[in-house]
């Protein structure tokens, strides 16, 4: 066996199960980021983060001999991990993002103040895209546990729902219900208060809140009120289907026509489509220590994560530094 046969991940497994801790860790290295991004995501704190991807590594190795191939060993760690976090997430509430909100509303020179610290540089577009992956953290941190689970794995690290309800140890139907769910709770944050989503509302980029406005929900006119009582409710339970092409050929082509003539549903359709892309293109931003996406990461969680254990105000201090005397300046 010459070496590239030796390091192969299959010659690596084989190895592994037999005992052998440096192919293992090898193997736990190549995977070791995928799961860092999953555990974060999932809890919102690097520092947690870091901790179950341990654990999952050491329970991994632990039963490493009895792992058959029935999966992938990504997906098997994948199942691994989620579990985990889901395990972690069980005694601990969801991040209260209306608090977030409240502090924006109650602190509006402080919020300029950091507007003008994140955002307002060269690198703007860039900043701007990170401090939208914090947005979409926020969200996915304020869900209930098996719904953060399903929009993480599906729309953020793009599985399919098959892969998703293995590593979640659940069924496809279940995946799809909760996924269905977070992307309805998603939009409406999005459609209502996100300025990158929609220019009219209020939120800056998740940066200035200003004063929030409660959608008006518009009441339906007579010649969709009866279309609406006898399919709306079904059709809507179906539209992360179509976004997602999961259904059959019949039955999208009905929904499609629903929507062409319901200017309700296809307003939801269109929400809901929108949001999910959103969610989608700002799932890699990196949100680390030493970014704007990374610091604004952490003054959100001050503010939503009751067992973060610092406020938003303590934490202000460190996000807006005064500037640098210029050359000359007299001191």
């Not at 409710?233 to 629903?258: F, M, N, Q, Y």
């Not at 309700?264 to 999910?276: E, I």
Request: one cysteine or more; proline letters at 4%; charged letters at 25%.
């Amino acid at each position: 066996m010459d070496d590239r046969q030796a390091d192969s991940p299959l010659a690596l497994l084989e190895r592994a199960k037999s005992g052998d801790k440096d192919a293992f860790g090898a193997l736990a290295e190549e995977y070791r980021n995928a799961l860092l991004r999953l555990c974060y995501k999932m809890t919102g704190s690097h520092e947690t983060a870091e901790d179950l991807v341990q654990e999952t590594l050491l329970k991994a190795y632990t039963h490493i001999a009895a792992f058959e191939l029935r999966s992938s060993m990504a997906t098997w760690l994948h199942r691994i991990a989620t579990n985990a976090c889901l395990d972690h997430q069980r005694s601990r509430k969801p991040w209260d993002i209306e608090k977030r909100w409240q502090w924006f509303r109650e602190n509006g020179e402080l919020v300029e103040q950091m507007e003008q610290n994140l955002v307002m540089s060269p690198e703007r577009v860039a900043e701007v895209k990170e401090v939208a992956a914090t947005c979409v953290n926020c969200i996915t941190m304020s869900l209930p546990a098996k719904q953060r689970a399903a929009i993480v794995l599906c729309d953020q690290l793009g599985m399919s729902r098959a892969e998703a309800a293995e590593s979640m140890n659940a069924s496809v139907a279940s995946v799809k219900t909760e996924l269905h769910r977070a992307r309805k709770t998603m939009t409406g944050v999005f459609e209502n208060h996100c300025q990158l989503v929609d220019k009219n509302n209020d939120c800056n980029g998740c940066i200035v809140a200003g004063r929030m406005k409660q959608a008006a929900a518009q009441p339906p006119s007579p010649a969709t009120e009866g279309k609406r009582a006898m399919n709306c409710d079904a059709i809507e339970e179906l539209l992360s289907d179509l976004i997602d092409d999961e259904l059959p050929v019949a039955t999208r082509a009905g929904v499609e026509a629903h929507i062409a003539g319901c200017p309700q549903c296809a307003t939801s359709y269109r929400q809901l489509r929108r949001s999910v892309r959103f969610v989608r293109s700002n799932a890699d931003a990196p949100l680390v220590h030493g970014t704007p996406g990374g610091a604004y990461a952490e003054f959100t969680r001050a503010l939503t994560d009751p067992a973060y254990g610092h406020s938003g105000t303590e934490l202000m201090a460190e996000y807006i530094k005064p500037e640098a005397p210029a050359e000359g300046d007299v001191q």
